[in-house]
């Protein structure tokens, strides 16, 4: 098979046409072809640059800089029947992959979920967003799908590792538009990944997988030498040989547990701030000039003393209520496959550094709770972003998309002294790359879970340092931050597991 770099299709031209130009490009019939990845050049007129991997006869003839060979990689695990038993805390990401992954080489995997199956979460998360009536057991954050359920569901990463066409191929099988392969920027919405993860969890149960819905782990057995032996429910004690921690940045509790077992965790920088809100259609004329014709993203960094950037861009999204615990406020963005809502929201962070807290988790959770004690509801925190600029607080220039309503708040009270000097930068900053960012921009927020203060830390065999057999993983344990980095998360510490058991049993 081979590699075939640098083919171009204007905007508006059909992918049809590709078979055409590969072959006009190699000067040969090509038996078939698929498209391995695609990009947008913008730097003269705006062009679709693809490689494509391609079946021709007599290949060798065609090598040169853009033509290659091409040998797909077999990453599949040698499935074998072993009697090691994997329990996972958490079915996000992480949780979903690293059961996917072992159960695939033939472990025993149980999998512990705090939250419910996603035909009972989406009921629980849709009273929430109508009646503000908070499940802190069943929210946005915590259930089968994990955070990224009620999310774009983004699958952008710049990682570069195999694994990752692993499990776009294992979405792909599962329901999800071939095209996430290669489109930039692919995102599946939020509509279609939650009947995709339901289809993995199914595959799962037929092979065997046993699933425990609404049953958080609560506590670790630990043998003298502390190593992990066991984990305890509020249903019963569950014996295991390896323990995967995939619980998310919003299990505090959990941590909490961690700590007082002694687990090693170590504090780190996170980031908060607060989502805008901007017409899509001011995004779409200032990204491309309308040239594409789905909703536009941006991507903008601000280097300052500290770091302020754009985070979880959702085009054509709405903003939502993302807490877990009572009277607190969290937001977030969502956006269907369609991206359609007209309006475009992202998240506007800047970097707290861990000398500036001594809890990450209290620092956070204080922040959500005088929000909630300002608002007095689930009602989200607003501004206007020319009046949190001038320091004045005038009615919202436009309703926003969060589902609760807002109230109106100073965010000149939100950031430390230093901090707001910093943000007020970094959105004339914005507004210079995208003029209009500050006139038409609202604010909504606090947003304070896009990173999690604490790293479990793992040696070099992907376990605890200082507790054997446990194996922390995703978000939760600062070792990712988005689907796919925490999906991967997920298969390495599977493969770890695999990789141990193959040396011990010499196979
Ligand atoms: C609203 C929203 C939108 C987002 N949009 C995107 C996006 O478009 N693209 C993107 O890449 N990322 C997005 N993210 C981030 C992404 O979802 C997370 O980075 C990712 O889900 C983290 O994966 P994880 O496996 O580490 O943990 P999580 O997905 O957080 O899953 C952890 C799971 O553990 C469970 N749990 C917690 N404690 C216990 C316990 N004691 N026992 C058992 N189970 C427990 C929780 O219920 C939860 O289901 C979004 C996040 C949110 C909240």
Do not use: W
Request: with cysteine.
């Amino acid at each position: 098979m081979l590699q075939i770099n640098g083919i171009k299709l204007g905007i508006d031209e059909d992918e049809a046409v590709l078979k055409d130009r590969i072959e006009k490009k190699l000067h040969g019939k090509v038996k078939s072809f698929s498209i391995r990845r695609k990009s947008l050049d913008a730097r003269r007129e705006p062009v679709y640059v693809y490689s494509v991997l391609a079946e021709i006869e007599h290949e060798e003839k065609y090598l040169c800089k853009d033509v290659v060979r091409y040998v797909p990689a077999d990453l599949k695990a040698k499935y074998r029947p072993r009697s090691q038993v994997c329990i996972i805390a958490g079915y996000g990401p992480s949780g979903i992959f690293a059961a996917y992954r072992l159960m695939e080489a033939g472990f025993r995997v149980i999998v512990f979920e705090k939250g419910k199956r996603i035909s009972e979460r989406q009921k629980d998360v849709e009273r929430f967003f109508k009646e503000g009536i908070l499940d802190e057991d069943s929210n946005v954050q915590f259930g089968e799908g994990g955070a990224g359920t009620f999310s774009d569901a983004k699958l952008t990463t710049r990682i570069k590792d195999p694994y990752i066409d692993y499990i776009l191929d294992v979405f792909v099988e599962h329901g999800a538009d071939p095209r996430i392969r290669y489109e930039p920027h692919a995102h599946i919405g939020t509509d279609e990944i939650r009947k995709i993860i339901e289809r993995i969890t199914d595959k799962l149960m037929e092979k065997g997988c046993e699933f425990h819905f609404s049953e958080p782990v609560r506590n670790l057995i630990l043998d003298d030498s502390r190593k992990i032996t066991g984990i305890i429910t509020d249903k019963g004690i569950y014996s295991c040989d390896c323990f995967l921690s995939g619980i998310g940045h919003s299990a505090y509790e959990t941590v909490r547990m961690f700590k007082e077992k002694g687990v090693h965790i170590e504090k780190k920088d996170i980031a908060l701030g607060f989502r805008v809100e901007h017409p899509q259609s001011l995004i779409d004329a200032r990204q491309t000039g309308g040239i594409i014709k789905e909703a536009n993203e941006y991507f903008l960094r601000y280097k300052g003393e500290k770091g302020v950037y754009s985070f979880c861009m959702c085009p054509g999204g709405i903003v939502i209520p993302a807490m877990s615990e009572k009277q607190t406020i969290v937001t977030n963005g969502m956006s269907y496959a369609a991206r359609d809502s007209l309006i475009a929201n992202s998240a506007i962070l800047i970097q707290i550094r861990k000398e500036e807290f001594t809890d990450g988790y209290e620092y956070l959770h204080g922040i959500e709770r005088k929000a909630y004690d300002h608002s007095g509801s689930y009602k989200a925190l607003s501004q206007n972003i020319s009046d949190f600029m001038n320091g004045e607080l005038k009615p919202l220039i436009r309703e926003s998309t969060y589902p609760l309503g807002t109230v109106l708040y100073d965010f000149n009270q939100f950031f430390r002294k230093d901090d707001l000097q910093i943000v007020k930068q970094a959105l004339r900053d914005f507004d210079r790359k995208i003029p209009g960012f500050i006139e038409q921009g609202i604010m909504i927020g606090p947003e304070t879970r896009s990173s999690c203060p604490i790293r479990i830390n793992r040696n070099e065999t992907y376990e605890s340092v200082n507790t054997p057999g446990l194996y922390p993983m995703g978000e939760g344990a600062g070792y990712g931050g988005g689907i796919m980095s925490c999906a991967l998360d997920g298969i390495r510490i599977a493969n770890a597991i695999l990789l141990k058991y193959e040396q011990i049993s010499g196979k």
